[in-house]
């Protein structure tokens, strides 16, 4: 059909004509005014939406009215009429649809007249380019900014072939965020680029390329290695964390454990669901992925959840979701963990953090008290979205990361984010974050005594690993030394592989056993 093939050439504008043409021929059909619905709610165009089918329910003894009616309540619900939409709905023969949509209303509303005291400002011009401005990333250190631009995108687009999404990047310099500036290539391309996530350490950006043919699905998950200040061509993620299928907005645990991101790929709940792999890191730097697991029934719906952060205290996971109920469109949500892969209930971040437009790509600053977000600014007269910066209230901030509330020291606990050279004792400059905070602690307690304890796995032969992991021990203590910790403090010991805490017949289980560990006596 000449329409389909339109639209998916990227023509919307004549698209659009030839529904409106069809829809003069046959004007009792329902089908061409739900196309067009389908058009417009794929722009964001919620007025044109709400004509159309106001128009089309005028019509003498129109085909599919109840569809229609249906079609007509959700489009006022996203319009943020909660009143008229559940007017509309109301007129519907009682199903459980109609329920759900008329519960969604009630729920909508109160959230609206109950709102939270926050403060949404949007970043300003350094940050936020004329076109649409979407999934924010800010570095542990808070020097650097990202952001995916979509290029061409303001407002309502006739031809969707014509849009560019690169990833930007802005620094802070005095305390004010200089003009954002598109990364060069190769993490640019003439493909789609976006999504960018920077891990705790600042050793790896990941990010999403999509329509690259020489990828693996619609969209792929690829990250580069931070090499002396430097990054590396970007590195196609493997399966299982990429498939033939769509991943997009990643997120690396502040561990580097763990990455979260959205996927459309068989075994989901719905459309589009949170999943979590595991991280296996190689001796060069580069990763493997394991395990892929569904973030279970409390995080997915039947509908679309995307953009997973994980705040920096390992528990509070946030995310955006159409399925659970909320104030329209895409709303921030948030779960905590209570055992590995199993979450709270969600609870919505509330008015005004979310509106009835979109709202997605959250993320926390470490100490909980400022998130960043993207969001629709026709709210504020602007057409496209832009990146807001926003006060949290106490009443939904997360725990804030502190070592203290990390590590329990009345039990060993592992360093996460201690990096040497393969073969080697020298300590890397990431790992310098954590052994930091590790000071910090020791100093919160200076009665007790702290040992250091290195651990390998099993390859190579015992004696050249006990050796090896007594001199990384050794290095930790010099360091923490070197920082002001008296040595009567400190003691170091090596165990070579006698204590694995997983089996050594994996990458991933070889992983987990070359560690630090820390107890206090």
């Known amino acids: 059909m000449q329409i389909n093939a339109q639209l998916s050439s990227g ?15 046959e004007k009792k059909e329902a089908q061409w005014y739900w196309l067009l619905d389908d058009v417009y709610q794929a722009q964001n165009n919620t007025p044109a939406r709400i004509d159309n089918l106001e128009r089309a329910l005028r019509v003498k003894k129109l085909s ?16 943020g009429n909660y009143q008229k939409a559940k007017a509309t709905y109301a007129t519907l023969p009682t199903s459980g649809i109609q329920q759900r949509a008329l519960k969604a209303c009630d729920i909508a509303d109160s959230l609206r007249n109950h709102p939270v005291e926050s403060d949404r400002i949007g970043m300003g011009d350094s940050i936020n380019l004329p076109y649409d401005n979407i999934w924010p990333s800010l570095t542990a250190n808070g020097n650097f900014f990202c952001s995916t631009v979509v290029l061409g995108k303001r407002g309502f687009v006739g031809n969707t072939l014509q849009l560019q999404e690169d990833i930007y990047i802005s620094r802070k310099k005095n305390g004010i965020w200089q003009g954002a500036e598109a990364l060069p290539y190769p993490i640019n391309t003439e493909h789609n680029e976006g999504s960018p996530c920077f891990s ?109 952060f994980l705040h920096a205290n390992d528990s509070t996971l946030y995310f955006s979701s159409n399925g659970h109920f909320g104030m329209g469109r895409l709303d921030v949500f948030y779960s905590n963990r209570l055992a590995e892969n199993q979450w709270s209930k969600p609870c919505n971040m509330g008015y005004p953090i979310n509106t009835h437009a979109d709202e997605m790509g959250w993320m926390v600053s470490p100490d909980g008290k400022t998130a960043y977000m993207a969001a629709d600014s026709s709210l504020t007269g602007v057409s496209h979205k832009i990146i807001y910066q926003i006060s949290l209230p106490k009443s939904v901030q997360p725990t804030p990361t502190t070592p203290q509330q990390l590590w329990d020291i009345q039990k060993a606990f592992t360093l996460h984010h201690i990096y040497f050279d393969f073969d080697q004792a020298t300590l890397k400059s990431e790992s310098e974050s954590e052994l930091n905070q590790l000071v910090s602690l020791i100093q919160d307690h200076p009665e007790k005594v702290f040992t250091i304890t290195g651990h390998t796995d099993n390859v190579g032969n015992e004696a050249y690993n006990l050796e090896l992991s007594q001199k990384r021990a050794d290095s930790v203590v010099q360091y923490l030394i070197e920082k002001g910790i008296a040595p009567t403090r400190l003691v170091s010991k090596g165990m070579g592989s006698s204590q694995p805490t997983e089996s050594n017949d994996t990458e991933w289980g070889r992983a987990k056993n070359r560690r630090i560990e820390v107890s206090a006596q």
């Not at 023509?11 to 021929?25: A, R, S, T």
């Not at 599919?64 to 319009?79: C, H, M, P, Q, S």
């Not at 390329?209 to 969209?219: H, K, L, V």
Request: hydrophobic share 30%; proline share 6%; aromatic share 12%.
């Open 11 to 25: 023509d919307v504008q004549g698209g659009i004509e030839q529904i409106e043409k069809q829809i003069k021929k």
């Open 64 to 79: 599919e009215k109840e569809g229609t009616i249906y079609r007509l309540g959700n489009a006022y619900f996203d319009d």
């Open 200 to 308: 705790a350490d600042g050793k790896y950006l990941f990010f999403v390329r999509c329509g690259d043919r020489s990828g693996m699905g619609s969209c792929d998950i690829y990250y580069c290695i931070n090499q002396k200040g430097k990054w590396s061509r970007p590195i196609l993620a493997p399966a299982p964390l990429n498939s033939k299928h769509w991943e997009s907005t990643p997120c690396i645990s502040a561990f580097g454990k763990e990455i979260y991101f959205a996927s459309n790929r068989p075994g989901g709940k719905g459309k589009k669901d949170i999943w979590v792999c595991q991280i296996v890191p190689n001796n060069d730097g580069t990763l493997q992925f394991i395990n892929p697991q569904n973030a279970g029934d409390s995080i997915n719906t039947p509908y679309d959840e995307i953009s997973p």
